[in-house]
């Protein structure tokens, strides 16, 4: 009886290890052939090892950054997603907060017009919306995080009030009676309190907003700035005439912070998910 | 208090609302007027009424991604579900590696959905290009296929995690309790672990429903809708009708197609939230 416990857990072991490399193959095959001469690339050989004679050094990578400029869209991509998110967790909250503890019918109605804009669809708004931001200058990386607080409050002001619900009120009570301004009671007190929950929409934000597409592309101009995922796209559509060693090194180059990253914060990321979910 | 807190009630919600006028309410209700008009840009609108939706519906390529994303919506469902919860069971049974296989099954969920799917187009191709059969360019099937497996191996990690939650979250004394009272492993599963567990189910169902109704990055990556737009999702077929079709009328059924898909996801999300939600028992 111990013995086939033990045996259908080394086989269940074993299945896992399988799909284990099932997953990181693609990311392995990429990078196989961004070390490939141009010559040795084709659709029949993605497969193939790299050998001796196909061996191309770090060549595709230093193209890659050199000629893609993929330096400038990796700190427009940088900047815009550090600026969206600090907005988000600081702006979002604030808003949650008060709308969660000030009861009106003013404040039920903003939050369920949030909850709302989290299911429609992009497409409902991406004409009309890439049309504001014109108007109003905010088609450029600089001013791009106001778009991204607006369209990302829904998701963050629903999972802040979920949690703020959950503290107990006498504390903020105790620290108005102390003489604490709300301003205060809320950087002093709630803050530290809602420190997890703002690591868990941090970490969904910054997924969404670093590796968001359509709307950098429909909003910012895009012969001045492209973000990463607009770059691999727009290099991508011009395919056949696009050497394919440089494209697979820059596709590495966007993977290889974002796995670095996920390396050293993978608890809290995994648990921010974990937490984000439960809360909706 | 609540008196107290209102006088700085601006301070706290201006910001925000702001821009979520800027982002959401203005574009949202620009949009819902629009869809009533003919134009090219939001200046230059003329009220033309309910044409734009008829002509919406009898536009047959709305009608076939209608049906393709309905394909690929409930095959992935099912599957990513199935797939996450099994993933999920196997993982709890504190099994040697089960940190590494968590860190490796969640990563795909890091890489972008354009990314994803220009690596996928690479691999399947020299796939399709191996067993001799037409590359994706070429190949309904290979696309549709394409999709629904990209979406697997992205999402599978994700929904995982929410399932490994739900699992842990299981108190165990009604586990034991089962065991002692003579349950199999099977039933404690569908009698015990499975309700307890319905508000993750609930979760992963809603994400995995609206994230394949919403698909577009991984879509227009793969396949960008070849061949001859056989494997238009709605989201890229909207795409197509505001930005890749001549002639002033387009825009305007684009917006109304808009809104329909709108309509759709919104029902769907809270008519799925409903039905599941009323499944879950009180712990």
């Known amino acids: ?280 | 208090m609540q008196r107290t807190y209102k006088k700085y009630g601006w301070m706290f919600v201006l910001p925000t609302l702001i821009a979520f006028t800027i982002g959401f309410i203005i574009p949202f209700i620009e949009g819902l007027y629009l869809s009533f008009c003919q134009f090219t840009t939001v200046g230059n609108a003329v009220f033309n009424g309910f044409s734009n939706y008829i002509a919406a519906f009898t536009d047959a390529s709305f009608l076939r991604s209608a049906g393709f994303t309905v394909l690929v919506a409930a095959v992935n469902v099912i599957l990513i579900n199935v797939l996450a919860f099994a993933l999920a069971l196997a993982l709890t049974q504190k099994l040697k590696g089960t940190n590494f296989f968590r860190t490796v099954f969640f990563m795909p969920n890091l890489i972008g959905g354009i990314v994803l799917g220009y690596i996928w187009q690479i691999l399947i191709n020299c796939v399709l290009a191996l067993v001799g059969q037409p590359l994706l360019k070429l190949n309904a099937t290979a696309g549709y296929w394409g999709i629904i497996i990209l979406m697997c191996w992205q999402q599978i990690g994700y929904m995982m995690i929410i399932y490994i939650a739900g699992l842990q979250n299981v108190p165990d004394d009604l586990v034991e309790a089962a065991k002692i009272d003579g349950a199999t492993d099977w039933q404690i599963l569908w009698k015990i672990k499975i309700p307890m567990m319905m508000p993750s189910i609930t979760i992963c169902v809603f994400l995995t429903l609206t994230n394949s109704f919403k698909l577009f990055d991984q879509n227009l990556a793969l396949t960008n809708g070849d061949p001859n737009h056989m494997t238009d999702m709605l989201a890229l077929n909207i795409y197509q009708t505001f930005y890749a079709r001549a002639g002033k009328a387009w825009k305007g059924i684009g917006q109304a197609k808009a809104v329909i898909f709108s309509i759709v996801v919104v029902l769907i999300s809270f008519w799925q939230l409903k039905t599941t939600r009323s499944k879950e028992v009180q712990q």
């Not at chain 1, 045996?7 to 990078?31: F, K, S």
């Not at chain 1, 890439?130 to 905010?138: E, F, G, N, P, R």
């Not at chain 1, 703020?164 to 309190?193: H, M, N, R, W, Y």
Request: glycine share 6%.
């Open chain 1, 1 to 280: 009886m111990k013995d086939k416990k033990k045996l259908t857990r080394m086989l269940l072991v074993g299945l896992l290890i399988i799909l284990a490399c099932a997953w990181i193959y693609p990311i392995v095959m990429i990078l196989i052939n961004s070390l490939k001469l141009e010559s040795a690339i084709s659709t029949n050989t993605t497969f193939d090892m790299v050998n001796g004679e196909t061996y191309a050094g770090l060549e595709n990578y230093s193209k890659a950054f050199s000629s893609f400029g993929f330096m400038q869209s990796l700190g427009y991509s940088l900047f815009i997603t550090v600026t969206s998110v600090a907005a988000i967790i600081i702006l979002c909250s604030m808003c949650a907060w008060y709308i969660t503890r000030v009861h009106s019918k003013l404040n039920s109605f903003l939050y369920y017009l949030f909850v709302f804009s989290m299911v429609v669809p992009f497409q409902m708004v991406m004409f009309t919306l890439s049309q504001t931001a014109d108007m109003l200058k905010l088609n450029n990386p600089f001013n791009l995080w106001i778009i991204y607080l607006g369209f990302g409050a829904g998701l963050a002001v629903f999972m802040f009030a979920g949690f703020v619900k959950s503290i107990p009120l006498e504390i903020e009570e105790a620290a108005l009676i102390d003489g604490c301004t709300p301003l205060q009671t809320f950087f002093k007190v709630v803050v530290p309190i809602l420190k997890p929950t703002m690591v868990s929409v941090a970490i969904l934000q910054a997924m969404w907003v670093w590796n968001d597409y359509l709307l950098p592309t429909l909003v910012l101009d895009i012969t001045k700035y492209k973000t990463i995922p607009m770059l691999i796209q727009y290099f991508r559509g011009s395919y056949g005439q696009v050497e394919m060693g440089p494209m697979m090194a820059s596709i590495m180059l966007t993977i290889i912070p974002v796995v670095i990253v996920y390396i050293f914060g993978q608890k809290h990321i995994i648990k921010g998910v974990a937490a984000g979910a439960v809360k909706g």
